[in-house]
T-cell receptor
């Protein structure tokens, strides 16, 4: 079983839709949770960063962490064509010595 | 100004060759990393360098060796290239002095390596 599971998609939504992206994990040592956005042929860029459980909001983006279910989500409100990219979740243990990325979900927002 | 830069952007070479990929960061960060992203977009850390010391060395073949001439540079040398080495290699840096991954990492644009 992989440390981090993420549905690769592809996911296609109309402009303005609410997008929900998810990852599950098996290692209870993970404490830091991140979402990266990667445009085609570019390096990943950090979108959201949360520690432990709870919600974090930044503009149209909301990250949720449910440690009891080992489940994290990224919501994108009022999705735009410019949101079309691959979204990768990543997780780090409290000691920092375990660091894993999900395989990424490919998202296309259709104008 | 580009924060993390890599050269070359594309690298096509024959099996058995030795090649290098260069990485430079102008952010003044303490730690630099190399990642491999395969065709299925799976991103895996290879190793990281902090103050010229190797902190994490994942189970990568010893044909891969990081070289850090100074804090701003971490180059990746690959010997005896194999078909399975074809991937996109990303360099990253962070301010984290401990190299524990808990600080934000800034990625370079990637180097697409194709081994024929």
């Amino acid at each position: 079983q992989k440390e981090v599971e993420q549905d690769p998609g592809p996911l296609s939504v109309p402009e303005g839709a609410i997008v929900s992206l998810n990852c599950t994990y098996s290692n209870s040592a993970f404490q830091y949770f991140m979402w990266y956005r990667q445009y085609s042929r570019k390096g990943p860029e950090l979108l959201m960063y949360t520690y432990s459980s709870g919600n974090k909001e930044d503009g149209r983006f909301t990250a949720q962490v449910d440690k009891s279910s080992k489940y994290i989500s990224l919501f994108i409100r009022d999705s735009q064509p410019s949101d079309s990219a691959t979204y990768l979740c990543a997780m780090i243990s409290n000691t920092g010595n375990q660091f894993y990325f999900g395989t990424g979900t490919s998202l296309t927002v259709i104008p | 100004d580009t924060a993390v830069s890599q050269t070359p952007k594309y690298l096509v070479t024959q099996m058995g060759n030795d090649k290098s990929i260069k990485c430079e960061q102008n952010l003044g960060h303490d730690t630099m990393y190399w990642y491999k992203q395969d065709s299925k977009k799976f991103l895996k850390i290879m190793f990281s360098y902090n103050n010229k010391e190797l902190i994490i060395n994942e189970t990568v073949p010893n044909r891969f060796s990081p070289k850090s001439p100074d804090k701003a540079h971490l180059n990746l040398h690959i010997n005896s290239l194999e078909l399975g080495d074809s991937a996109v290699y990303f360099c990253a840096s962070s301010q984290d002095p401990q190299g524990s991954h808990t600080d934000t990492q800034y990625f370079g644009p990637g180097t697409r390596l194709t081994v024929l």
